[in-house]
């Protein structure tokens, strides 16, 4: 049928097959804005339109539905490359980040102000409740529509964006624009999905219902003889060689426990099969043709039944080591079956998949069984955590093609280059024939350091030599992707009368799921990055992480931080309790500070020995100085309404910026003929603002504008290697590696210039805008350049510098956060009246896109506090797999007074004295909010998501 309406102030006209959907139209014609990361449903505002001036999702609608409508997407709010007003103004508020969803948000908003040129902060909050965004917290939008009103009147508006650090410096410690901030807010081809070659085939998966299963047999040649179909995979025709999805440095403390496809399913969404056919609609009628037989297993699902004795085995089969092996190897190996593929362990980390264990650990400095029989008082407390999804608004995908020889991934991927080693190592081909190109990424959040899907389209395009494209549903992201980690953990602590610590024990167990991914460094770093914030001459640790049939688990913000956080910080306050003191007092006498050696450090490496550390910066003291005054601690609130209570918290966090001793960043960086400069760079940016941290590291070093520095980041063929982006390394590892290539090239063109200007270099220096001065005279960058690069005379050639930078030395951000609530005692109800998170991250490199980090970080840890939890039913299929029955919060969920303070520290490692902040504030909410509940209504919140039903259930009402 043929339609028309008015797209973007233009007439079009489109013929269309019944029942095509809306935003697939829209994409056809080249709307690259409207996107998909809610199958249809409607919830995360991806696919947001205007349709006759009401905002309406474009997935909901079938094409038909557009007939004689006049529709409006971002497209049409700038001019050429000019953005609009709203546009500059999240981009300048350091609210386009990941920005699968900005445009949608400039739309929406556009559309309020032209409404209404004056709106209210429920106005603000009613225009943007169905936009999903999981990186900025949304506090900023409503400082960005104040900015975009005065834009409106005056274009070159700017005002006070974010507050300013380091006067000695042009760039670092002031908001300036995201460097890709622009494109994405315009909805430019940014994406994987936007790369997609148009004779692409679809790749989908037939996966388990079942949680443990054997594939008794299956039959694809229905799927096979279908027209359009490409290739079918299964076990019985892909790679056997075992792996881990971990994009952790080489060699990994994960165990290589699964294969392309397995025999063995072992969760509900496991992979059985894959279809490559010409479209989707063809792979997924094929997927429908293939007959598979299953002997269903007993599962197991919780470290309990995991651990008891005779508990089915989730990895059966036998285990090798490449170096390390215990020397009972052969005994364990005793009756185990080949068919369930071999469990490869690079080094001992203390699994045994004889007892489902995955890994395990024990360490700690003192003595604490001495700790605790000197103490006056001795807490022992448990405390649970849920499987939370990170939820990202792009789905994971991927789209490879051949290049001549070579493959190609287009990836939305954390670590361009542990995908191209984990691929090339399971195609059996070497890693010079695969390209690895991050495209920008909507989104990952740790679950991007996993490789899940592109290993299978990888071989699918090395085998068929067809270009190949996949995206994940959102059912698969619940089902198939990975999760944070549930845990277990028991904490013990002795402390004399007057609240000295003399011991603290962690006992940490945690659920895997089926598969050994980060099975060690994710429960250590619920140690590592919780137990040094404490003072104490005793400290112990045992973690065990078990084999289960659950969803997979894996990396998620903040690793296995906010689980630990959660656990010592909740007792600590506790203890307060049992002592009779004040809960702040309590924290500021045993709090670690600067100048302290962290000796605990010794036993917290990642499968290997760890390194002390002296805490050369720490903020905690300004931070619990100003948020005390902030919350106005020690002054106890009532309520008007004798049903609801009201009480404060405080918890203190940290986390770490990479990891000394294991990570690397590399960088190079050229000067062109006309004096501008190309940064090439390893690090893969993902929304986070790396590569603007990276041209800033540039630009201050050189002295010129961030104009004048382009940047590609994240490319295995054009860049150097880094280790990836987690571990919030981003900006201590890669900014240290582009500021120390900077220096190299400025001291290569200081020598030049000297020759240049008959003068001694060491009386030569760079200045702003771009100018090598001396006693004598000066040069631009350009003269500088064409000199080199003139064939005349015997000239040096390009100027071009490399650096990496590697370090055992650690840079720690700190953080308090206190909020106040407000329980209902009738009814369970928990309101967040206040919440303030004030960081040390040092010297904010982006102040702007920092202050939205910190929003993010904290709203998504509310969310698994209050309301995120995966629920399975009695066979471990998941049942809440849509935003219908998962609540991330959105931004009627904020609290109604949200606060985030940076707290200014110098660090003597970090660039220009800057730590990480992509993690830490991750860590507060969950112990926070406890303590607060606790000091309203008198009960302890121990598991996670503090639901109604469990507050009235501890406070004895159910």
């Known amino acids: 049928m043929k339609i028309q309406f008015t797209l973007n102030n233009k007439a079009r006209s489109f013929d269309v097959a019944p029942g095509l959907s809306a935003r697939k139209l829209l994409q056809d014609a080249g709307i690259n804005s409207v996107r998909n990361s809610d199958d249809g449903w409607g919830n995360t505002g991806s696919d947001t339109i205007i349709l006759d001036g009401y905002p309406v999702n474009a997935g909901l609608l079938i094409a038909a539905q557009l007939e004689g409508k006049v529709i409006k997407t971002v497209e049409s709010l700038s001019s050429g490359r000019n953005l609009s007003a709203v546009q500059s103004a999240l981009v300048d508020m350091g609210l386009v980040q990941s920005a699968y969803n900005s445009p949608a948000a400039a739309l929406v908003l556009t559309d309020l102000l032209d409404r209404n040129p004056d709106p209210s902060k429920e106005e603000i909050q009613d225009a943007l409740s169905g936009i999903l965004h999981r990186d900025n917290g949304y506090q900023p939008y409503f400082q960005a529509v104040e900015l975009a009103k005065k834009r409106m009147k005056d274009e070159s508006f700017t005002g006070d964006i974010a507050p300013e650090f380091r006067e000695d410096l042009r760039d670092v410690g002031t908001a300036r624009r995201k460097v890709d901030g622009p494109m994405l807010a315009r909805g430019e081809k940014a994406f994987v999905e936007d790369k997609k070659a148009a004779d692409a085939c ?362 630990g956080s959660y656990a010592l910080q909740t007792a600590i306050a506790e203890l307060a309790e049992e002592l009779g003191m004040d809960h702040l007092e309590l924290i500021q006498k045993n709090r670690v500070s600067e100048g302290v050696m962290l000796e605990i450090l010794r036993c917290l490496g990642e499968g290997r020995e760890g390194t002390p550390a002296r805490v050369e910066s720490c903020g905690l003291d300004d931070a619990l100085d100003k948020g005390s005054k902030m919350i106005e601690w020690g002054k106890k609130e009532e309520s008007d309404d004798p049903d609801w209570k009201i009480g404060k918290g405080v918890a203190i966090i940290q986390q770490g910026s990479g990891l000394p001793g294991l990570d690397q960043s590399n960088a190079d960086i050229k000067m062109l003929a006309d004096g501008t400069f190309m940064l090439h760079s390893g690090g893969a940016d993902l929304g986070t603002g790396l590569d603007t941290v990276c041209v800033k590291m540039a630009s201050e070093v050189l002295k010129v504008d961030m104009d004048l520095v382009s940047i590609l980041s994240g490319d295995t063929d054009n860049t150097p290697f880094d280790t990836g982006a987690y571990a919030s390394s981003g900006t201590y590892f890669s900014g240290n590696a582009a500021k120390k290539a900077s220096e190299k090239l400025l001291d290569n063109i200081l020598t030049v210039a000297a020759e240049m200007l008959e003068e001694p270099k060491e009386d030569l220096q760079p200045e702003y805008p771009g100018y090598i001065v001396g006693k004598k005279g000066k040069l631009t960058y350009r003269e500088i350049a064409h000199h080199c690069e003139s064939g005349e005379g015997d000239g040096p050639g390009q100027m071009v510098a490399h650096a990496h930078f590697v370090t055992d030395d650690a840079a720690f951000p700190y953080g308090a956060h206190f909020c106040q609530v407000a329980v209902n005692v009738k009814t369970g109800k928990v309101k967040l009246q206040k919440y303030y998170a004030l960081q040390d991250i040092g010297t904010p490199i982006n102040p702007e896109i920092a202050l939205s980090q910190i929003y993010g970080g904290v709203l998504k840890s509310i969310g698994h506090t209050m309301w995120e939890e995966m629920v399975l039913d009695e066979k471990g299929k998941c049942l809440t797999t849509n935003f219908d029955t998962y609540h991330v919060p959105m931004i009627k969920d904020l609290p109604e007074d949200f606060k985030a303070e940076l707290i200014f520290t110098e660090d003597p490692f970090g660039p220009y004295g800057g730590k990480s902040v992509s993690e830490i504030s991750t860590n507060g909410a969950a112990p926070v909010i406890a303590a607060a509940i606790h000091d309203a209504v008198g009960v302890w919140m121990r598991s996670w998501p503090f639901s109604p039903e469990k507050v009235l259930k501890e406070l004895g009402k159910i």
């Not at 700690?364 to 069984?369: K, R, S």
């Not at 962690?506 to 460094?521: E, Q, Y």
């Open 202 to 563: 679809v790749l989908k998966m037939l996966r388990s219902p079942h949680a443990h299963a054997w594939i008794k047999s299956i039959d694809t040649s229905e799927a096979e003889a279908m027209e359009g179909v490409e290739i079918v995979l299964t076990y019985k025709n892909t790679p056997e060689k075992p792996y881990t999805t971990a994009g952790q440095g080489f060699p990994e403390p994960s165990p290589y426990d699964k294969s392309m496809f397995n025999k063995k399913v072992r969760h509900v969404g496991d992979r059985v099969a894959a279809v490559v056919a010409v479209d989707e609609e063809t792979a997924l009628a094929a997927i429908g043709k293939i007959k598979v037989e299953y002997d269903v297993l007993q599962p197991i699902f919780s470290v309990d039944e995991a651990a008891a004795p005779g508990a089915p085995l989730v990895q059966g089969g036998p285990m090798e080591y490449v170096v390390g092996a215990p020397d009972d190897i052969d005994d364990l190996n005793k009756g185990t079956d080949p068919a369930e593929g071999t469990v490869v362990y690079q080094f001992p980390i203390g699994g045994n998949t004889r007892k489902n264990i995955a890994a395990s650990v024990t360490g700690g400095i003192g003595d604490i069984d001495k700790g605790i029989a000197e103490a006056d008082v001795v807490l022992e407390r448990e405390y649970k955590t849920s499987q939370i999804q990170c939820t990202p608004a792009e789905m994971h995908t991927v789209h490879t093609y051949m290049d001549g020889d070579r493959l190609v991934i287009d990836a939305s991927t954390q670590v361009p280059w542990h995908l191209r080693r984990i691929v090339s190592t399971l195609l059996g081909i070497r890693e010079n024939k695969v390209h690895v190109k991050k495209a920008r990424v909507g989104g990952g959040y740790g679950s991007k350091q996993d490789v899940l899907l592109e290993d299978v389209a990888a071989y699918a395009t090395w085998v068929t030599g067809k270009p190949v494209f996949s995206q994940y549903t959102r059912q698969e992201e619940f089902e198939s992707c990975s999760t944070r980690f549930p845990m277990t953990i028991g904490v013990k602590i002795g402390a004399k009368k007057d609240g000295t610590l003399t011991a603290v024990y962690m006992n940490v167990k945690a659920n895997n799921g089926p598969f050994g991914n980060h099975c060690l460094t994710v429960p250590m770093n619920a140690c590592s990055k919780s137990l040094p914030l404490f003072l104490c001459d005793n400290f112990k640790f045992d973690v065990t992480t078990y084999y289960t049939n659950i969803p997979p688990t894996g990396a998620y913000q903040g690793y296995g931080a906010p689980k």
